[in-house]
């Protein structure tokens, strides 16, 4: 059986890749980081998503000696040049919660119109061998910032992240649709395209 380490404690994550990696090998096996407690927390120091990825990725990797996925994600807003990017987390701080954030980038927007409240989730998902192998996936969701939250679902900057095409928040959707337009899908279908050849590599890395 092949196991992989997904580079997160969220168990909503590891259900979804676990889903999608099945469909390709109905024998891999997804743990996270709760499965690993020694590995504690993992300082995202990069200046890009696929910076941080790749930190949290190899030093999973490294650190269990499986194959190991993370992904960096947030938001990016026209209209601030990109922010709050690889911030998004904690754009309101040290203490920052979603709630913090939220407010902060409206109040950063209270003078932005309409048409010019254009966004998009970014999603980077890159998996490591313990030797460096890569495969990376990307994604964006394309939306826009409204002027105040909608929605009891998602997290982060969910409530306030509107798809005009849905003509919903995201966290206005359910987890399906959601998870069939969002940035994280996105990148993680991107990412499974090059999975068989790399799992296969992976094998013989770790094989020897």
Request: glycine share 12%.
């Given at each position: 059986?092949?196991t992989?380490?997904?580079?997160t404690?969220n168990?909503?994550k590891?259900?979804e890749?676990?889903?999608?990696?099945?469909?390709?090998?109905?024998?891999?096996?997804?743990?996270?980081?709760k499965d690993?407690?020694h590995?504690?927390?993992?300082p995202?120091?990069?200046?890009?998503?696929?910076?941080?990825?790749?930190?949290k990725?190899?030093?999973?990797?490294?650190?269990?000696?499986?194959v190991?996925?993370?992904?960096?994600s947030?938001?990016a807003?026209?209209?601030?040049?990109?922010?709050p990017?690889?911030?998004?987390a904690?754009?309101s701080g040290?203490?920052?919660t979603?709630?913090?954030?939220v407010?902060?980038?409206?109040?950063?927007m209270?003078?932005?119109v309409?048409?010019?409240?254009?966004?998009?989730f970014?999603?980077?998902m890159?998996?490591a061998?313990p030797?460096?192998?890569?495969l990376?996936?990307?994604g964006?969701?394309?939306?826009?910032?409204?002027?105040a939250?909608?929605g009891?679902?998602?997290?982060?900057?969910?409530p306030v992240?509107f798809d005009e095409?849905?003509?919903?928040?995201?966290?206005?959707?359910?987890?399906?649709?959601?998870?069939?337009r969002?940035?994280r899908?996105?990148?993680?279908?991107?990412?499974?395209r090059g999975?068989?050849?790399?799992?296969?590599?992976a094998?013989?890395?770790?094989?020897k």
């Amino acid at each position: 059986m092949d196991t992989i380490v997904l580079a997160t404690g969220n168990a909503g994550k590891i259900r979804e890749l676990s889903a999608m990696l099945a469909e390709l090998n109905p024998d891999v096996r997804v743990l996270g980081l709760k499965d690993f407690p020694h590995i504690g927390e993992i300082p995202e120091t990069g200046a890009t998503f696929e910076d941080n990825a790749r930190i949290k990725a190899l030093a999973v990797a490294r650190a269990t000696g499986l194959v190991a996925v993370a992904d960096d994600s947030g938001l990016a807003v026209d209209a601030l040049n990109g922010a709050p990017g690889v911030y998004s987390a904690r754009y309101s701080g040290d203490d920052a919660t979603d709630e913090k954030n939220v407010a902060k980038l409206l109040d950063a927007m209270k003078d932005v119109v309409d048409p010019w409240r254009g966004c998009h989730f970014a999603c980077v998902m890159l998996a490591a061998t313990p030797g460096g192998r890569e495969l990376i996936g990307r994604g964006a969701w394309h939306g826009r910032v409204i002027h105040a939250p909608q929605g009891d679902g998602g997290f982060g900057y969910d409530p306030v992240f509107f798809d005009e095409e849905l003509s919903l928040t995201a966290a206005q959707m359910d987890a399906q649709i959601k998870n069939g337009r969002s940035h994280r899908g996105l990148a993680l279908r991107d990412m499974l395209r090059g999975w068989p050849e790399f799992l296969k590599q992976a094998r013989m890395e770790l094989e020897k």
